[in-house]
């Protein structure tokens, strides 16, 4: 394999709560805690979980929107989470953001010409205003928005443009890696399946490399290469996206699959229903973080806490139930098909 | 008789500039017991719907006409005070941000209680007792001391939980879910989804619920109305709206969805997209509302509306070309 556009090793961000009159810190949110990972060029990586898993801020800790409290993130070789601003800001043109609500994420006093300009004029990529006219028209073309609509604003844009507007300005410096954070999670079905579809063009037109953070499975799954399910701060499971699917080997994951309504009357497929909600990443459970939900969970998950560890080619889980004898493994087989109801 | 029949239901907004018809005659009923699903994107008038069935519209700018009958009465004839006796009581909603339908100044056994004791009369003591009673079928965990608590002290999925302890209180005939799982993660999502099939059975209210997802259709609905720009485009049970769908939209709808395992057969497919935009409401749409964006338009579909006919038993679309099944006389 060649080396990844993107590695992040051991990544940790602690939020301190500050309270009282003097501001003292009570206590932390251990809102990532550990996470690694790697992208290679022109991958996508899905990042799931629910609210408050921490996805989100192993994106915006990437993409360094604030500073990071230990481990490391390497953008093609180069370590960017100790850099100064100065040598940091080429590196930027490097990784590009689509949020997920396009209504709040441009400025709605600038044009689209403008908001497309605003990034290549940042790094001062075009030679003149004619080559700056004509990256922008290029932009325009490969978001599929017709080339005369740069002279309007974005209020006169329905939410899928929009996200195409945004799209677009990622594009504009011509990016190795884009972050999307549930940048497809506010739009409606039909106009869903246009972003999905264009971001996996744009990928095999330009080679990009995808971090894609989504709780929407069912896209994840259509669109990944490779999927890391996060719970409460840490990856519990990484794997090639048919074997996630196919094969989950974290209880967390399976119940996640399971609940996932598909649009399948009556299908035949067996329900885990988690208990209860997930714990407060203030203070985490100690031993393995899910023990408290699983219903798998034995003596060992509430003391000892599980390593990310390979369970076959490429699959990563954090569990003990992989030590005991196959037998003893609930998920020792091939269980997605049972949960999600595949035919 | 059905338990609730509306007829022809148009509910218009005035805007500054043109009158809005967010909903724009919409007929369907309800029979007592039954769950049916209102599907459509957003700005379909699934909502729209809802709030006008609770006289919930403010008038103006709001206008509602046709007919809204529950249990044989007319709702868009009732006095205010009449509607105030039904909201809450015969019918009730559940909304989709359980973190604003709640009040925060309020303890969640005083909430579930105030509807008891507007409704059905009880005391204090009484409709707390009650409440506790409803926490615990609503499988809140120590509901002596929850019904003490506030509503920040609670999660979103307990939160979802309490507002459905208040609708559900007074043993209503109809609830009105508006989106009740939307802002909640799928785990949670599963627990609420099971908890409403299974109050279903022990309740036995019908339920309307209004959704934007599929998934959740599949789940709980035993009959579908498709809403596409203020009107209906299709209805039908459930297994025949996923199995067989009419009207190009479901199908342009239900193709736009990635299904989840749609890795493991092993093809690569491509989404379905449905090209375009839906069309302003504020301009009369002249034919079919679809027409702009159905892969399968005519001149017939951009002159004259398709009226909604009984293709198969029990299915209806609204589309000049949907297949017509032979009914066997």
Redesign the interface.
Known sequence: MSTPILEVNDLKKHFPIRAGFFGGTTGYVYAVDGVSFSIAKGETLSLVG??GCGKSTVGKAILRLFDITAGQVVLDGQRIDDMAPGTLRPMRRRMQVVFQDPFSSLNPRMRVRDLLAEPIRNFGLAKDSADLERRVGELMDRVRLPRDAVNRWPHEF?GGQRQRICIARALAPEPDLIICDEAVSAL???V???I??LL?DLQKELGLALLFIS?D???V???THRVAVMYLGKIVEVAP??QL??APKHPYTE?????????????ARE?I??KG??PSPIKPPKGCRFHTRCPYAFDRCRQDEPELRQTEDGHFAACHLHDRPAAENPLAGAR??AV???H | MALLEVENLQTHFRTPDGVNRAVDGLSFSVEAGETVAIVGESGCGKSVTSMSILRLIPEPPGKIAGSIRFNGRDLLKLSDREMRAVRGNEISMIFQEPMTSLNPVLTVGRQIGETLRLHQGMSASQAEARAVEMLKLVGIPEPQRRVKEYPHQLSGGMRQRVMIAIALACNPKLLIADEPTTALDVTIQAQILDLMRDLKRTVGAAIVIITHDLGVVAEVAERVIVMYAGRKVEEAAVDKLFGAPRHPYTQGLLGSMPKLGSSLTGEETRLQEIPGLVPSLKKKIEGCVFASRCPHTTDLCRKVAPALEEKAPGHIAACHYAIKEAVAA
């Open positions: 629910e609210s329905s409606d079905v039909s869903k399946a246009q999905v579809n996996q709780h499975l069912a896209i799954e259509h669109m996206r048919r699917f196919a119940a996640l699959l399971s609940a996932v309504p598909v649009p399948e009357p009556g299908a329900r229903i988690l909600d997930v997605g098909a999600i109801a595949h």
